[in-house]
């Protein structure tokens, strides 16, 4: 069955090369603080990344990179959903679990149960998840409550009525009378986890939404489907697809999903993609693995995020990043606490 | 016995070669060994499954641990615990336990906190939180640390009772910590803590220590508070608060974080306020914010619940609803609070009845926000007055404590009681050691406080001076029989229903475990593809093996099984997306298509008959080009009417038709109703047309030529009179006010069940047509000779000997095509749609066993309850193919019994 799955998410992704080519947002910088990445010696190994579909561009991206430095280093990168992640670090099958959404309780306990300690997060760029309409929609923008009333049977976040039709956004002519096509993820992902918690406030997706295996799936069955809406991370645009400009309230001004706005806070879908790595604490961490979490926050390694289209960090959050894993200007951190 | 020559001169070797032998005993060896492999494999996959979905309905576990004396419970004054004044300076007001319960601490009313060792309830430090004024109420919000106390002084504080985890390095740690066993722990001290200290079984010094942080007051009254309530949806915190002369004031709050520093602070951003008046003599007891934030309950002791919109606070507080939660008048409500979520709460009663309440959008509500509160369970009553309450801070299940030391937990979705257990003096004596002798006595003190711990791993209690400590294992309350298989009514729906909802990001979520709806998909995907597939296979192989030249069979067999070996990965992706939008674009064409090219190809055949004589004996061979001419016409014929149908049927535009929005149910029915009449005339003409009309021709009134004339206008109108039929009856069963829609048709959905039909029709036709084919080419020879020789026609051999005679063979074949498309994955998780939805409408989609088993398994926590029930539905898809392939076996004996007779 994985394997058939792996063909599914080769196919999609072929497909999705076919249908469109990535658009890179020009104007993003990197922080000029980051570290250049200088290679160091006795790295071999396999990179093993089980986990976010969203972040699979991004973990590719990242492990090429990494690859020039060091030829030798093996790399598998599996992206079937966030979820995957957890059960493939706590059965020691992945090196690496980047996740498009925190850690469940539940997945804390069983890490916990085996390791004793917690799972270390870092997170490594920004995404913007937008809102997906067809490149002829006309629609301008939407609010939250609105797309609440698009996606869910609940209406948390308080819009007054069902919205199933695009004539009821206010769509004239061909449009008035179309009912919306709903795309999402399936329900392993973290995107559809974060949509559901934030977008939804909690509330229960309509049992119309189709679920799509991956995030460029859903990007291609709203390029394909003129009265469609999706939503994904901002790394899957393409040119055949428009995110919308969304605003908090209703009646607010509408925030482009762009880089200035995730980082002044305004743009209301901002998540941070997350590496998750097991780091027993007061360890050090092995020569493959520390390189490689250096390596992603980098220069270098940020500027690959802006290549697949997200957003890089700063400085001062790469910095605390990994001395969260115990490197800190090439050191292991000293133990915060002593006996007495 | 004498020697007698052979007649034919050779000896005949009587006894068997040994390498025959030899090839014999080592094939029975194989094949039996293979054939018990085959079945001790299958029943190995059974038990596995079974294995895996057993403990889902194994009972949940609460079994005693100990019983410690609370010093810290001292301070509750209940030294003498027959004193008769000790509604004593200092109760209990709040208390909790880290997730490894390690350490626990209580919150008294004077603003001291007291941690105290769990396992053995010594206390460890007391730390006065220093407020003005002895407190008067506390909450928290479900999931956070975080509480709010509220004093006499009318203010509010923010109080975090976070415990903080350190791993010590371990040339760091005492010996005597060294000398730990895993799993054990101790009191520890560090230059600047105190705290727990405990060996992972992995080896580390875990270090837990309780930080409490006090923030900012914010006044709210002048007056005491008396009720207090918080939540925080999203960015929010949302505070509410009641003073004791009746004043309520909500206030929202925006969170400000500061990017910099990374504190986060709140800001007031709406307020409103209102007074309560006095209802009997008594102000409100309890009082409830949503965690959705939109909803305030304000509930008296009597069970009457005033609610209260505070979605936007702009225009003050105005009353939206009034309930009452009890229906017993007698009775009053002890408890009332939120389970996870803070959507659903429990309303308990004095008499020990608990019943769950949550608010539904409901658009012929009568109040003005059109949501309206509902009971939406009652659980096994407790038997005796509610005194304690806790709700589990990661799944749906809570606890409640009553008057005569019962601890009952609930799971609130489902509604069954998952363990009760009485505190009483009997079960503490016998699991702990005889040295408390009779101290307890017989008496059975009300439980005051209850709580389950972080984990779900266990349940303290407070009973006046006892605290009794429980390990607790919920297994998988989530799945019952009932909620698997029953409509069951989920929070916040209209009604019960059958709901498929595995997993999402967050904790609070409820978990919606329905299979209905996927055994559903399986049948829906599986009828509308043999509905399609089986027809179209089955005609096929009856018309190759009976109709077509020898020559021209043996290419169209190879070319038809050349098609199973398209993989069904590749038609899945062609489905979705090639051929599901090519289908929403032409799907009125596509309709007039399934009338027209039957008609056309019955046009093309009757034209055939009109060819002379000598001519069609020449042409024979080309007799299938011609046929086949016919697809390509019907299938322009069907696209200039395609228009048609939209404007006659569908009043202009099917997918609004279908949609509900324009037109009346009669186009929808007349279709429904065309094959039918078409049925209905061809038995009418079968039965009375046609032997008046064989008559006449034996008689030889008519020529042929004529003949075929006159045939040739009785299906032209028969045609009419069946259209005219089925318009009928489509206007009568409309001016019923009956609609087709909703029921066999719907909006319709880009990938739907039409789609996967034509599709998994595609994939099925090969494996039924070579089975059927094969099965029809097996009836003897003479059968056929036997009775073309009695003067029957091709047609009347086919249908009425050779069909009959292979019939278990086509069972057979029908029921190995049933068997793939009940098992059929990459199709339906591609072409499906994967919406789990109860829903015959052809154009809409479905999500079926299988391709949720592989949308799911791979995001499924290992031995969960969502893994376990992703079993279970494996388990269903084995027993409903076993079922299906038994039943099929059964039927096919019964046939081959009576062909082997002829």
């Known amino acids: ?340 | 016995m004498t020697d007698q020559k052979p007649f034919t001169g050779r000896s005949r070797q009587r006894r068997t070669r040994w390498a025959v032998a030899l090839g014999d005993t080592v094939s029975r060896v194989l094949i039996t060994v293979g054939g018990i492999g085959t079945i001790v494999a299958v029943s190995t996959v059974f038990v596995f499954l079974l294995w895996v979905v057993i403990p889902l309905f194994l009972p949940a576990h609460l079994g005693f641990i100990r019983e410690v004396p609370g010093a810290w419970i001292a301070n509750n004054g209940t030294e003498d615990a027959a004193g008769a004044t000790e509604t004593d300076a200092n109760p209990v007001l709040e208390f909790g336990v880290d997730e490894f319960q390690t350490t626990g601490w209580v919150l008294d009313a004077r603003g001291v906190v007291t941690s105290f060792e769990v396992k053995t309830g010594q206390s460890l430090t007391e730390q006065d939180l220093e407020l003005e004024s002895p407190l008067t109420a506390v909450t928290s919000v479900p999931g956070f640390s975080v509480h709010y106390l509220a004093g006499e002084d009318g203010k509010v504080r923010e109080a975090d009772f976070g415990f903080a985890t350190d791993f010590l390095p371990s040339d760091d740690v005492s010996d005597e910590a060294r000398a730990l066993a895993p799993e054990q722990m101790m009191l520890y001290e560090t230059e600047d803590d105190v705290g727990m200290l405990q060996k992972t079984t992995q080896g580390q010094y875990r270090f837990q220590t309780l930080n409490v942080e006090v923030g900012e007051a914010m006044e709210f009254f002048t007056a005491p508070v008396r009720l207090l309530t918080a939540s925080m949806p999203g960015n929010e915190l949302i505070l509410a608060a009641m003073s004791a002369e009746g004043e309520l004031t909500v206030r929202r709050h925006a969170k400000r974080e500061n990017l910099l520093t990374g504190t986060t602070s709140w800001e007031e951003s709406d307020s409103a306020t209102l007074t309560i008046e006095k209802r009997n003599g008594s102000l409100p007891k309890h009082l409830l914010a949503t965690g959705a934030g939109d909803q305030l309950f304000v509930i008296w002791e009597d069970g009457l619940l005033r609610r209260f919109n505070i979605r936007r606070l702009a225009k003050g507080l105005v009353a939206a609803e009034e309930i009452d939660l009890l229906p017993a008048a007698e009775a009053h409500l002890s408890h009332v609070g939120f389970i996870l979520g803070q959507n659903t709460f429990i309303a308990a009663d004095t008499q020990g009845e608990l019943r769950s309440w949550f608010s539904v959008r409901d658009a012929q509500a009568a109040t003005p926000d059109k949501t309206t509160l509902v009971s939406a369970q009652t659980y096994p009553p407790t038997g005796s007055p509610v005194t304690a309450f806790s709700a589990s801070s990661r799944s749906r299940i809570f606890a409640v404590g009553s008057d005569d030391s019962r601890i009952s937990i609930y799971q609130a979705t489902t509604g069954s009681r998952l363990a009760s257990k009485l505190l009483s003096a009997d079960s503490v004596k016998k699991s702990t050691a005889p040295t408390s002798g009779a101290s307890n006595g017989e008496k059975r003190q009300p439980i005051t406080h209850l709580l389950l711990t972080p984990k779900d791993d266990g349940l303290i209690s407070i009973a006046g001076d006892r605290f009794v400590q429980f390990a607790f294992d919920p297994r998988h309350p989530e799945a019952t029989f009932t909620s698997i298989f029953r409509p069951l009514w989920y929070e916040s729906y209209p009604e019960e229903e059958h709901v498929w909802q595995s997993s999402g990001a967050n904790q609070d979520l409820e978990p919606k475990f329905g299979l209905m709806p996927l055994i559903f998909g399986s049948l829906k995907a599986t009828l509308y593809s043999m509905l399609i597939g089986a027809p179209l296979a089955l005609l096929a192989a009856i018309y190759t093996s009976e109709f077509l030249t020898p020559s021209l069979r043996v290419k169209v067999k190879p070319t038809i099984e050349l098609m199973a070996s398209l993989p069904s990965v590749v038609l899945g992706f062609l489905a979705a997306l090639v051929f599901a939008p090519f289908v929403e674009e032409v799907i009125s064409t596509i309709i007039a298509g399934a009338f027209c090219l039957p008609i056309c190809m019955l046009a093309g055949a009757f034209l055939w008959q009109l060819i002379p004589e000598p001519w069609s004996v020449i042409l024979a061979r080309w007799r299938l080009a011609f046929i086949a001419l016919c697809i390509p016409i019907g299938m322009s014929v069907s696209t200039l009417l395609g228009p048609v149908v939209d404007n006659v049927v569908f009043a202009g535009d099917m997918h609004r038709w279908l949609d509900g929005q324009i037109g009346t149910g009669t186009g929808g029915w007349f279709l429904l109703f065309l094959p039918l009449s078409f049925i209905g005339m061809g038995v009418i003409s079968s039965r009375w047309i046609n032997p008046w009309m064989r008559e006449r021709s034996h008689r030889r009134l008519w020529s042929g030529k004529r003949f075929i004339v006159i045939d040739g206008v009785k299906f032209a109108l028969l045609g009419v009179v069946s259209l005219l039929a089925s318009w009928l009856i489509a206007l009568g069963l409309n001016a019923f006010g009956l609609d087709p829609r909703g029921i066999f048709f719907g909006t319709y959905v880009q990938r739907n069940a039409l789609v996967v039909g034509f599709v998994m029709g595609f994939a099925i036709i090969p494996i039924i047509y070579t089975i059927a084919d094969d099965a029809l080419a097996a009836v003897p020879e003479h059968l056929r000779s036997a009775s073309l020789g009695a003067g029957a026609t091709q047609w009347q051999t086919a249908v009425r000997i050779v069909v009959p005679a292979a019939t278990s063979g086509l069972f057979s074949a029908l029921m190995i095509g049933l068997g793939r498309a009940v098992g059929e994955t990459m199709i339906v998780l591609m072409a499906g749609g994967n919406t789990p939805v109860m829903d015959w409408n052809v154009f809409n989609g479905f999500r079926t066993l299988s391709a949720n088993i592989a949308v799911e398994l791979p995001e499924a926590v290992r031995n969960s309850t969502h893994y376990r029930m992703l079993f279970l539905a494996a388990l269903s898809l084995f027993i409903l193919t076993f079922i299906v392939n038994t039943i099929a076996e059964l039927v096919r004996i019964r046939f081959r019994r009576r062909i082997v007779e002829l």
């Open chain 1, 1 to 340: 069955m994985t394997a058939t799955l792996r063909m599914l998410g080769i196919g999609l992704l072929v497909v999705g090369w076919m249908w469109g080519t990535s658009e890179v947002s020009g104007q993003v910088v990197v922080d000029p603080n980051l570290p250049t990445y200088k290679p160091a010696t006795g790295v071999s190994g396999t990179i093993k990344s089980v986990g976010s579909d969203t972040m699979n561009n991004l973990m590719t991206i990242w492990a090429e990179g990494f690859n020039k430095f060091y030829p030798n280093v093996k790399v598998e990168i599996e992206g079937k959903g966030s979820a995957t992640a957890p059960t493939a670090l706590i059965e020691g099958t992945a090196l690496f679990g980047p996740m498009s959404r925190d850690w469940k309780k539940d997945e804390i306990d069983a890490f916990q149960k085996k390791f004793g300690y917690e799972p270390v997060t870092v997170a490594t760029s920004i995404d913007l998840l937008a809102v997906y309409v067809n490149k002829d929609n006309p629609i301008e923008g939407m609010s939250l409550p609105q797309v609440d009333a698009i996606f869910s049977k609940n209406r948390n976040l308080g819009y007054a009525d069902d919205l199933s039709m695009w004539g009821e956004l206010g769509l004239k002519g061909d449009w008035a009378n179309a009912p919306i096509s709903l795309y999402g993820r399936n329900s392993a992902s973290g995107t559809y986890g974060y949509f559901k918690e934030h977008a939804l406030g909690k509330g229960d997706f309509k049992d119309s939404v189709k679920e799509q295996a991956g995030s460029s799936a859903v990007i291609q069955a709203v390029t394909a489907d003129k009265f469609a809406i999706g939503y994904s991370g901002i790394g899957y645009r393409t040119a055949d697809v428009r995110a919308l400009p969304l605003s908090n309230k209703e009646g607010g001004e509408f925030i482009e999903p762009e880089s200035e706005n995730a980082y002044n806070g305004t743009y209301p879908l901002a998540r941070g993609l997350i590496l998750s790595v097991n780091y027993k604490p007061n360890s050090k961490l092995d020569p493959l693995r520390r390189e490689f979490l250096k390596y992603v926050f980098s220069k270098q390694g940020q500027q690959g995020v802006v290549k697949d289209g997200y957003i890089p960090v700063t400085a001062a959050v790469a910095e605390k990043a990994l001395s969260r894993v115990g490197i800190a200007a090439g050191a292991v951190k000293k133990k915060t606490k002593t006996k007495k």
